[in-house]
Nanobody, 126 residues
Framework: QGQVVESGGGMVRAGDSLRLSCTTTGRAFSNYTLGWFRQAPGREREFVAAIGWSEPTTAYVDSVKGRFSISRDNSQKMAYLQMKSLNPEDTAVYYC???????????????????WGQGTQVTVSS
């Protein structure tokens, strides 16, 4: 599997926006399903959003629907997680994950990804 690199984390205030970026190396970028997961202190890693490889299929956890948007630009080999109306509950380390040609039906499960980035911290103050 290729390597995954995230960027774009930081410290913001409640109501602010932030955009995370993710790229992979290895096989053709367009063939990777990409997911975003997050882990807050003392909590398990949870699914946030994912985007499929073969169709512009997306999925979101309920808590971010309407606030977060995942997208990809295959020509730039980049995926993005646009986060709006951030609140302190969004504070976590955010991880990008990739899996070659992963089915969109199961792209919300962390165990189905085999390449992970190192994580980027997002901190939202009230």
């Amino acid at each position: 599997q290729g390597q995954v690199v995230e960027s774009g984390g930081g410290m913001v205030r409640a109501g602010d926006s932030l955009r995370l970026s993710c790229t992979t190396t290895g096989r053709a970028f367009s063939n990777y399903t990409l997911g975003w997961f997050r882990q807050a202190p003392g909590r398990e890693r949870e699914f946030v959003a994912a985007i499929g490889w073969s169709e512009p299929t997306t999925a979101y956890v309920d808590s971010v629907k309407g606030r977060f948007s995942i997208s990809r630009d295959n020509s730039q080999k980049m995926a993005y997680l646009q986060m709006k109306s951030l609140n302190p509950e969004d504070t976590a380390v955010y991880y990008c994950a990739a899996r070659y040609r992963l089915s969109a039906r199961i792209m919300d499960r962390s165990e189905n990804y085999d390449a992970w980035g190192q994580g980027t911290q997002v901190t939202v103050s009230s």
